[in-house]
């Protein structure tokens, strides 16, 4: 049903800079600390590390959800944040949002049309598309996630994966260049993890995954990133990190 997800016309992968990047809510209390890394266009990037790391607070700000401000006279070569170049700010939301797809891991927080057709027409109607291309998207989108008969089902009559899936159809009906997914697999049953780590598989763009599945790890990564306290404690190859017991260990990640 999503065979199709490889030919479909994405924006072109993005790249991502993070530079020392810290972060504090209205508390004060520090959630990232100095945190760097690169991603290249079209990686597969894995974000691992305990409840409360920072994981979900890292792929808001790639979606210019918790934009710093940026300091007087600053430009990119000082943004800690940047997509394809783009520093993460807000005056630069709704381009940094084109590029990257955000899913985030409650469904609710994400479904609120009346049916879920009306829900995945948001994201293109926004991007100011006719009507007949907007259509076509949500129709392409929802065969890709196996929902192509879910367009008039009201979104209150949704399982938890089939509201995963149709948070998911909404992102892909966009066509983003980067994929940032919180905990895609969380409370998901066996056949519901195989659906959604089916179709994450045909994804070509730049992919970062926020997850405690390492078996969905395994398949869908080539990079893995560890986060903890907030600070970036590994970066490297998914087979690498994996075979390191003590690591894993270490930073909560194993039993």
């Given at each position: 049903?999503?065979?199709?997800?490889?030919?479909?016309?994405?924006?072109?992968?993005?790249?991502?800079?993070?530079?020392?990047?810290?972060?504090?809510?209205?508390?004060?209390?520090?959630?990232?600390?100095?945190?760097?890394?690169?991603?290249?266009?079209?990686?597969?990037?894995a974000l691992l590390g305990p409840s409360g790391a920072g994981k979900s607070t890292l792929l808001l700000h790639?979606?210019?959800?918790?934009?710093?401000?940026?300091?007087?006279?600053?430009?990119?070569?000082?943004?800690?944040?940047?997509?394809?170049?783009?520093?993460?700010t807000a005056q630069n939301a709704n381009q940094?949002?084109?590029?990257?797809?955000?899913?985030?891991q409650n469904p609710e927080d994400q479904l609120f049309g009346s049916t879920v057709g009306r829900d995945v027409a948001f994201g293109p109607l926004n991007l100011g598309l006719d009507a007949g291309e907007v259509q076509a998207r949500v129709e392409r989108a929802l065969q890709e996630v196996g929902l192509e008969d879910f367009a008039d089902r009201d979104t209150v009559r949704l399982s938890l994966g089939e509201r995963k899936r149709a948070c998911l159809a909404g992102v892909l009906a966009c066509?983003?260049?980067c994929l940032a997914l919180d905990e895609p697999f969380a409370n998901l049953d066996p056949r519901g993890c195989r659906r959604l780590a089916?179709?994450?598989?045909?994804?070509?763009?730049?992919?970062?995954?926020?997850?405690?599945?390492?078996?969905?790890?395994r398949e869908l990564a080539d990079r893995i990133?560890?986060?903890d306290d907030g600070r970036l404690c590994a970066d490297g190859p998914t087979t690498t990190i994996l075979q390191d017991k003590q690591l894993l260990t270490q930073h909560g990640l194993v039993a």
């Open positions: 049903c999503c065979a199709c997800l490889c030919d479909q016309d994405f924006e072109t992968a993005v790249a991502i800079e993070i530079r020392q990047l810290t972060f504090a809510y209205g508390d004060g209390s520090n959630v990232l600390h100095d945190v760097s890394f690169s991603v290249s266009p079209g990686e597969r990037i790639l979606n210019a959800l918790l934009p710093d401000p940026p300091p007087p006279g600053s430009d990119a070569d000082s943004a800690a944040v940047l997509i394809d170049g783009l520093p993460a940094i949002r084109r590029r990257v797809g955000l899913l985030f066509q983003p260049g089916d179709i994450l598989a045909l994804f070509t763009g730049t992919l970062l995954l926020a997850t405690h599945d390492l078996d969905a790890v990133l560890v986060l």
